[in-house]
């Protein structure tokens, strides 16, 4: 595709429901990250892929938190029993080179 | 820890100005300094990159200068319009250290600009 897509842009979930968000990164890149961002706050690095190893999950938050790229391109991140301070702007970026292309995000709230 | 912190956190000027966005680091071994443009309900956009080995990028109204060793960028917009008001975001990639840091970039808070006209 053009750019990076993310889905849903928009989900309500209900406190203790799991969440799945897609990320398709532009076709190719090898690199892919999953950013969240607070509102006002810039965003945090969740967890990084390159192909469909992911290298680095330092930042999720919690074991709840669980990311996959199995085939080296789409990747889903995944919460699992939503808390209200999950309640976040998920952002999915791929890279190539030195230029990095982000989505429009998926903005989850836990009512 | 790298740390990344914006100044303002908020500005509002009119239509015409020029203006400055700072930012600061506390970490000087970076491999690059990226400033974002965030628009509400939108996802970053690209404005400017600098390499560490380099003082300054610019794009038309645009000048993004980088002082490494005292831990300081700032994002020069000239003559600005209703347009440009959007969050800028700046973020940092660290330097290749080991093949830890895969080139996560650590973001500021931002600051929101408002140009009226």
């Known amino acids: 595709g053009a750019g990076v897509s993310q889905s849903p842009r928009y989900k309500v979930a209900k406190r203790g429901q799991d969440v799945a968000l897609r990320c398709d990164p532009i076709s190719g890149h090898v690199s892919l990250f999953w950013y969240q961002q607070a509102l006002g706050q810039g965003p945090e690095f969740l967890t990084y892929f390159q192909n469909e190893a992911q290298l680095d999950k330092s930042g999720l938050p919690s074991d709840r938190f669980f990311a996959e790229r199995p085939e080296g391109s789409v990747s889903t991140l995944k919460i699992q029993r939503t808390q209200q301070e999950d309640s976040a702007v998920y952002l999915c970026a791929s890279r190539y080179g030195n230029t990095i292309y982000f989505g429009e995000g998926s903005w989850l709230t836990v009512v | 820890k790298q740390e990344v912190t914006q100044i303002p956190a908020a500005l509002s000027v009119p239509e015409g100005e020029n203006l400055v966005l700072n930012c600061s680091f506390t970490?000087?071994?970076?491999?690059?300094l990226q400033w974002f443009r965030q628009d509400p309900g939108k996802g970053l956009t690209s404005l400017l990159l600098?390499?560490?080995?380099?003082r300054e990028q610019t794009s038309g109204r645009l000048n993004a200068s980088l002082d490494k060793s005292s831990g300081r960028s700032t994002l020069y917009i000239a003559a600005s319009q209703p347009g440009d008001s959007a969050t800028y975001l700046c973020?940092?990639?660290?330097?290749?250290?080991?093949?830890?840091?895969?080139?996560?970039?650590?973001f500021g808070q931002g600051t929101i600009l408002t140009v009226h006209p």
């Open positions: 973020a940092v990639r660290p330097s290749y250290a080991g093949g830890t840091s895969y080139g996560k970039l650590t």
């Open positions: 970490d000087s071994a970076i491999y690059n």
């Open positions: 600098i390499q560490s080995s380099q």
